[in-house]
Each structure stands twice: as C-alpha cells, then as structure tokens.
C-alpha cells in the first residue's frame, strides 16, 4: 500500500509491546526508511539486521540497491558480490534453476544479477553488466533458459538493457 510512515508507526507499537528485535524487523525498519529518503537511518537498520541475522540475504540486497541509488557504486557492488556469494555457497542447485521451491529464492538469485548489471551499466562497465545481464536471464552461453510467464516484461528490461550494453 506504499504507506511507509504507517507502516513505521505499527512496527514501533509492535516493539513497545514487547515484540523481539530480529533481522527481518530491521531489514523492513530499512525498507520503509529508504522509501522516505531516510537514507542513514536505513543504512543503519540493514547494517543492524545483517548483524543480527548474517544469512539474511534480503537484507544484503536491500542494502546494497539502496546504496546503488544513492550513487554509491563500489559499495553497492561489494553487497552484491557478497549476496551472490551467498546464494552460491548456499544451494549451489538453487541458482541452476533445480530446485525452486524455496518460496522466490531462485527468482531473488536471479534478481542480485539484475540490479548488478544495472550499477555495471551505469558505471560505464557495459561487458561486466552484459554478463550479468545474460546470468540474470539464465543464457550465458547464448542459449535462453527457462522462462517464467510473469517474467515477460523483466526479461525485455533485460534484453533491452542487453542491447544497450552491446551499442556502447
């Protein structure tokens, strides 16, 4: 419903009545304050959740897109390489596409790879985004993977994205 100060407001409630701090609180305390434009108070609620709960990869992303908004590109990219990492050290057959039931961590894997392939572009590194590009669409090699319906208007940012990359 994008009612972010709402939203700020009952997670507020929910800790004064005695609610557990946890990394999925921050990580949303993160959320609603980056879509004010909060951007050090979000810093500090991601950097709080990643110490609270290290495997909380959403975090790690969050953070990192924030970051790659606010222009600040070297460590935008490191909190993706560390998601990738992640997803990678995790389930190895996740990010093949084998195993999917894991409620959109495949989707979320792929994701990291748009979002890094997008600061990539920016930064002016075309070959490093295009990579990223063909992870994220699962055709490295040239050959297109699998394609989920609801995935139609991601993959053509993608493409086009692809297609900008290959014209600079």
């Not at 507020?12 to 999925?24: C, E, F, N």
Request: charged share 25%; aromatic share 10%.
């Amino acid at each position: 419903m994008k009612k972010f100060a709402a939203a700020l407001a009952n997670f507020d409630t929910y800790k004064q009545r005695g609610g557990a701090d946890s990394g999925k609180l921050f990580n949303y305390l993160g959320m609603c304050h980056s879509q004010l434009g909060n951007v050090d108070r979000a810093l500090v609620y991601f950097d709080q959740a990643i110490i609270m709960d290290p495997s909380l990869v959403e975090a790690i992303i969050n953070r990192a897109q924030m970051l790659k908004e606010f222009g600040h590109g070297d460590d935008a990219d490191a909190g993706f390489e560390t998601a990738i990492r992640w997803f990678r050290n995790r389930n190895t057959s996740t990010l093949e596409g084998e195993d999917v039931s894991e409620g959109g961590q495949l989707e979320l894997s792929r994701r990291v790879f748009q979002y890094r392939a997008s600061l990539q572009y920016s930064l002016g590194n075309y070959m490093d985004a295009l990579g990223y590009l063909r992870r994220y669409l699962g055709d490295e090699n040239g050959k297109t993977g699998r394609v989920d319906p609801l995935e139609t208007i991601n993959r053509a940012h993608a493409l086009v994205q692809s297609a900008l990359c290959l014209q600079n």
